[in-house]
């Protein structure tokens, strides 16, 4: 997995965080930041007549009773354990009060703008107006601004204002005071360039010995072994008909030839593009999540959903992915979301970073369980020699996501050089009572411990050998809608409870820690 990374430039100028059109009496600063971040450069003044668009998030019902029926659904040993909300119960808990979407309808009609609802539960308005009107109607002062390291441009403000009698009303109003780096295609975490695969068969073996190979590279047959894989197809769902060109195939003829010719479906969202070339490149992620997906889950039907650059979410699409996903028919969802990608939970404002949460807290709510790589640099994040604090990947620290570190080796399991091995919830509060006043000035104890699993992530062949919780991500996916397969055949709801292996020895440095 690939974080976004952050660079640092000295003499930005600073951005003025009032405009003197807005009576300020009227208004009260709603979020506001105090300078611009290192990883972004001012770059002028924007044109009053560029076309900004603006997303308003409203305030929600009650959020907070989603989030404890969301923990009951998913809690083995509560009474309401499976029995999943449908989309419209979601809603009764996630759209605005009419009283919210009301005030904050009039608010807009009073400045000549007519907004829409760009979200399934109507919780989230789109307004596309001139940078002037803009910093008129947010009291801001929006100015044009450059990622340094991808040269991305985006216009934002220090700070802005709403109308005191709305601000219990909205939540945020987003692109204003994110500084969010653009998610680049991430890679993996390195890259063992002098052992490039030849694709020599690899033997199935009829007892549960681990192959002697798996020692030095792993594939779909090492990861049936290791974990007690079935290598039986999925039979509940009906095959998807999309074919892949490329060497998904001649990968498949090799590690797992009972599924040579099985293909996945795509879906586009966002100018998302079907591009074969970047699914079928030698090193890439989509690549690796498919041959992984593909090639343990099996027979599960596999859908990529492509995500282009046209997100107005504020992060590349996360948000945008969980509403298409809440739109389509109970039949056609997921039942599994697998995603290697994330950033620095410190590149996300609150405001922002909660919103990302509550949206999967959606997706757990309606029974599909969202899997997210924990990220390759462990406790420094993308900084582990640098960090002065802990950096946690976003959204790693959800608590309604299952976070995924990495292991090497066969058993017995080690933790990872670039992610540490996961623990359980329950257990976060003893391990850190045994560390006792071990680098507490580094992190939040009242946060959340992650990652909560841990899979396979050292070696894993493709074209050439890769590491990476990337790798780890699509694997434990994979295992999880396998287990979906035999609960919905036995017409039982989805994601139970697994049983899984202590992670036994390793480290996992970074901030200059042991």
């Known amino acids: 997995m690939r974080l976004t990374y952050l660079l640092t430039f000295a003499a930005?100028?600073?951005?003025?965080?009032?405009?003197?059109?807005?009576?300020?009496?009227?208004?009260?600063?709603?979020?506001?930041?105090?300078?611009?971040?290192?990883?972004?450069?001012?770059?002028?003044?924007?044109?009053?007549?560029?076309?900004?668009t603006l997303r308003i998030a409203l305030a929600q019902s009650d959020?907070?009773?989603?989030?404890?029926?969301?923990?009951?659904?998913?809690d083995?040993?509560?009474?309401?354990?499976?029995?999943?909300?449908?989309?419209?119960?979601?809603?009764?808990?996630v759209k605005p009060p009419p009283a919210t979407f009301s005030a904050v309808s009039r608010w807009l009609a009073a400045h000549g703008l007519t907004p829409t609802s760009v979200s399934p539960l109507n919780d989230v308005l789109q307004i596309t107006l001139p940078v002037g009107e803009a910093n008129a109607l947010l009291a801001a002062d929006f100015r044009a601004l450059t990622h340094v390291a991808s040269g991305t441009r985006s216009v934002r403000t220090l700070s802005y204002a709403v109308p005191a009698p709305l601000q219990a009303h909205i939540r945020f109003v987003h692109p204003t005071v994110a500084f969010v780096?653009?998610?680049?295609?991430?890679?993996?975490?390195?890259?063992?360039?002098?052992?490039?695969?030849?694709?020599?068969?690899?033997?199935?073996?009829?007892?549960?010995?681990?192959?002697?190979?798996?020692?030095?590279?792993?594939?779909?047959?090492?990861?049936?072994?290791?974990f007690g894989i079935p290598s039986a197809k999925a039979n509940h769902s009906a095959s998807n008909v999309l074919g892949v060109a490329g060497y998904i195939d001649r990968f498949l003829n090799n590690t797992r030839p009972d599924l040579a010719g099985?293909?996945?479906?795509?879906?586009t969202i966002d100018g998302g593009e079907n591009d074969q070339d970047e699914l079928c490149a030698p090193i890439s992620v989509p690549d690796l999540d498919i041959q992984y997906t593909v090639g343990v889950a099996s027979g599960v039907p596999v859908?990529?959903?492509?995500?282009?650059?046209?997100?107005?979410?504020?992060?590349?699409?996360?948000?945008?992915?969980v509403n298409s996903i809440?739109?389509?028919?109970?039949?056609?969802?997921?039942?599994?979301?697998?995603?290697?990608?994330?950033?620095?939970?410190?590149?996300?404002?609150v405001s922002l970073a909660v919103a990302v949460c509550n949206a999967y807290m959606q997706l757990g709510a309606v029974g599909i369980s969202a899997i997210f790589a924990s990220g390759d640099g462990g406790v420094g994040g993308v900084q582990p020699t640098t960090c002065t604090t802990f950096v946690p990947s976003a959204p790693g620290g959800c608590?309604?996501?299952?976070?995924?570190?990495?292991?090497?080796?066969?058993?017995?399991?080690?933790?990872?050089?670039?992610?540490?091995?996961?623990?359980?919830?329950?257990?976060?509060?003893?391990?850190?009572?045994?560390?006792?006043?071990?680098?507490?000035?580094?992190?939040?104890?009242s946060g959340r411990g992650f990652p909560d699993v841990s899979a396979a992530s050292h070696n894993i062949e493709i074209v050439t050998l890769v590491d990476g919780t990337s790798c780890a991500s699509p694997i434990f996916a994979s295992m999880i809608a396998l287990v979906n397969d035999r609960l919905l055949a036995a017409g039982k709801p989805p994601a139970g409870r697994a049983a899984f292996t202590d992670v036994t020895s390793g480290h996992n440095p970074g901030c200059n820690t042991e």
């Open 12 to 52: 930005i100028p600073k951005i003025s965080s009032a405009s003197p059109t807005v009576d300020p009496h009227t208004m009260v600063v709603h979020e506001s930041v105090a300078t611009i971040p290192a990883a972004f450069a001012h770059v002028g003044t924007v044109s009053l007549d560029e076309e900004i």
């Open 63 to 74: 959020i907070v009773g989603l989030q404890e029926k969301t923990y009951a659904v998913s």
């Open 76 to 93: 083995p040993t509560n009474a309401l354990y499976g029995q999943h909300l449908t989309t419209e119960e979601v809603a009764e808990f």
């Open 181 to 226: 780096p653009p998610l680049r295609v991430p890679g993996v975490a390195s890259i063992n360039v002098n052992h490039t695969r030849r694709f020599t068969p690899v033997e199935r073996h009829a007892s549960d010995a681990i192959p002697a190979s798996c020692a030095f590279d792993t594939n779909p047959l090492c990861l049936q072994a290791v």
């Open 262 to 267: 099985s293909t996945f479906s795509v879906q």
């Open 303 to 321: 859908r990529f959903i492509s995500v282009g650059d046209d997100s107005q979410d504020g992060v590349s699409g996360f948000i945008d992915i």
């Open 326 to 349: 809440l739109t389509m028919p109970a039949a056609q969802r997921p039942t599994v979301l697998t995603t290697s990608y994330g950033f620095n939970e410190q590149d996300l404002p």
């Open 399 to 445: 608590p309604f996501i299952t976070s995924v570190g990495g292991t090497t080796n066969v058993p017995p399991h080690a933790a990872s050089l670039f992610s540490s091995g996961g623990y359980q919830a329950a257990d976060v509060a003893a391990y850190l009572a045994s560390i006792g006043t071990l680098y507490e000035d580094l992190y939040n104890q």
